[in-house]
């Protein structure tokens, strides 16, 4: 449950190591360098982190210090369009890269709505979707699943996915400060396509992106520096690049806006994301 969409499959196992030995080690090397969900987690305030991610994630703040705000309005701008998506009667939620476990997750959120309301969790993250399975497992409804957001047929195929969710009936997909940690190498445009294909109409799409378009293009640089360093690459995007992910949907209003700018409620809210994040529904 990370902003993360590296592969799925675990790594190969060195030639005379167990497979317990070479996951350890696996681990380990992970944990040695920054992992882009767990320093979210960070900027959240959260402490499924490590010294690695809170030392990349402080020079990140060292750029651009409202990076903390900006994450807080992205958790924000979920619960509203989930919300949203559940008063409209959706009742299936696919989270996509949704982070480590925080407060105010998906489906505490919808079955606050409809008690019933069914959600998986994908993440490619081992830790982050054990942590999140030792959480839920007593939850009937709501499962997590390890998964690739650029493998969308696989991830849809997988049994707990299956088992869980619907296809012909309306689903929302959440793609939440997900989409820019994939280059365009990786074909984002075509894995959001895949997933619009396999859901049937009415289907709603929540997505938030960060962009470029209101940072100075040496801040830009700086950043993506920091990231090349960790689990994935920074992608930020412009309006109408972000738009495009849309294709096949009918935006609600007020549509591709800033974060803090889609339906805001009557709380007080970040309102620095440097961020765009829209809702569409499938025609």
Request: glycine share 8%.
């Amino acid at each position: 449950m990370s902003p993360d969409p590296a592969s799925a499959g675990g790594p190969p196992v060195p030639s005379g190591l167990s497979s317990a030995a070479a996951q350890a080690e696996a681990q380990a090397e992970a944990q040695g360098r920054p992992n882009v969900a767990r320093m979210y987690d960070y900027f959240l305030g959260g402490c499924h982190n490590f010294a690695p991610d809170r030392a990349a994630a402080d020079r990140v703040l060292e750029i651009l210090p409202e990076t903390r705000v900006a994450a807080q309005a992205n958790r924000h701008f979920l619960h509203r369009a989930v919300r949203h998506a559940a008063q409209r009667g959706i009742r299936q939620f696919l989270d996509i890269g949704a982070g480590l476990p925080t407060q105010g997750n998906v489906h505490e959120i919808v079955r606050a709505v409809d008690p019933g309301a069914r959600v998986v969790y994908v993440d490619n993250d081992e830790v982050a979707v054990a942590y999140a399975g030792e959480l839920l497992t007593e939850t009937d409804g709501v499962v997590v699943v390890r998964g690739d957001l650029r493998r969308p047929d696989e991830l849809l195929a997988h049994p707990a996915v299956r088992a869980t969710l619907d296809l012909t009936a309306p689903v929302a997909v959440l793609l939440a400060a997900v989409l820019h940690f994939v280059p365009d190498t990786d074909d984002p445009y075509g894995a959001v396509a895949g997933l619009r294909d396999a859901c049937a109409p009415g289907s709603h799409l929540v997505l938030s992106h960060l962009t470029v378009d209101d940072v100075p293009p040496d801040m830009v640089q700086q950043g993506e520096a920091i990231y090349r360093s960790s689990s994935a690459p920074l992608v930020p995007r412009t309006h109408a690049d972000t738009l495009r992910f849309f294709t096949g949907y009918d935006l609600v209003e007020p549509g591709l806006v800033w974060l803090a700018d889609w339906r805001p409620d009557h709380g007080a809210h970040p309102v620095v994301s440097h961020s765009y994040g829209a809702v569409g529904i499938r025609r």
